[in-house]
């Protein structure tokens, strides 16, 4: 089908960018440490894998995370590094059949993690109409940076993450801005702002900027947050029941699996509801 005029052409490869859980070795479980708090029951070091992690690489105690002491589980999204890790740059082999191949599968995975993070957000941006302006430089981008994701497993630990997204959140900032731009009226500027804790409910946030906001345990029932950037906002307990977040600009599935909301949540159709949601 042709597209019509003027009409940019929706950025598919987000589809590539969700965790397959089944194709990967676990590698979350595994990679990555964490420490004993109210989100672990346990902790462990990076390299070793949970008391939990199933010889088949599946969670043993997957459907009770939550009630098992390990909510920091179900909030955590690897954006589909785990299987491109697994099945791309190890082409299948397990970190199980080829040990020694285990260090350097666990330093790549947290690199491929940021790089697939960066190629979602680049995506979403290359999906905004208002941003037609920046997408050719962001096509450049994506380009660039889902090259880097396809190198050798050597190649990759040795990407610059921080470099690329300076580079790259210039151009999320003016997508940003423009997709904005059409909100009517003066829009709130709270990037980076403590707003821990704030009680917001029911508040006119179309359009915001709360691009690294601290909206941990901030109250925003019922808030109207359409077209808002939320690019590393922290929504930790954020109480989302009730809110409109159709068309929040760089909001992600980790975001909202670490806030609380309810069936009347209005969500970007990019994402999904988190099944421990109300």
Same mark, same amino acid.
């Given at each position: 089908?042709?597209? @019509? ?6 950025? /598919?490869?987000? @589809? ?16 990555? +440490? *964490? ?48 299987? %491109?890790?697994?099945?791309?740059? *190890? ?14 599968? *666990? ?55 921080? !470099? ?10 003016? !997508? ?5 731009? %059409? ?38 029932? %019922? ?5 808002? /950037? ?8 954020? /109480? ?12 992600? @599935? ?13 969500? +970007?159709? !990019? ?8």
């Amino acid at each position: 089908m042709s597209q @019509q005029p003027n009409t940019p052409a929706r950025h /598919d490869s987000r @589809q590539e960018l969700l965790a397959d859980c089944a194709n990967c070795f676990g590698l979350c479980c595994v990679a990555l +440490p *964490f420490a004993r708090s109210a989100d672990f029951a346990t902790g462990k070091d990076a390299g070793r894998p949970c008391h939990n992690l199933q010889q088949d690489f599946r969670c043993g105690i997957h459907a009770e995370l939550r009630q098992e002491g390990f909510s920091g589980c179900t909030v955590f999204d690897c954006f589909g590094a785990g299987q %491109k890790v697994s099945q791309v740059t *190890f082409g299948g082999r397990s970190w199980r059949e080829e040990p020694g191949s285990s260090r350097l599968m *666990f330093q790549v995975f947290p690199v491929m993690r940021h790089l697939h993070e960066l190629l979602w957000y680049i995506a979403e941006a290359l999906d905004l109409p208002e941003a037609r302006s920046v997408h050719e430089q962001l096509r450049r981008a994506h380009d660039k940076v889902d090259g880097l994701t396809r190198g050798s497993a050597e190649s990759i630990t040795e990407v610059d993450v921080m !470099a690329l997204r300076g580079e790259a959140n210039e151009l999320l900032l003016r !997508a940003g801005e423009l997709a904005r731009a %059409k909100v009517p009226g003066k829009k709130r500027n709270h990037r980076g702002a403590d707003l821990m804790g704030a009680k917001l409910a029911g508040a006119d946030l179309r359009g915001a900027s709360l691009r690294g906001a601290l909206l941990v345990a901030a109250d925003l029932r %019922k808030a109207d947050l359409r077209s808002a /950037d939320l690019i590393g906002a922290d929504l930790r307990d954020a /109480d989302l029941r009730g809110a409109d977040l159709t068309g929040a600009l760089f909001l992600t @599935q980790a975001q909202l699996n670490a806030a609380k909301g309810d069936a009347a949540t209005a969500l +970007p159709a !990019a994402l999904t509801r988190p099944a421990h949601w109300s």
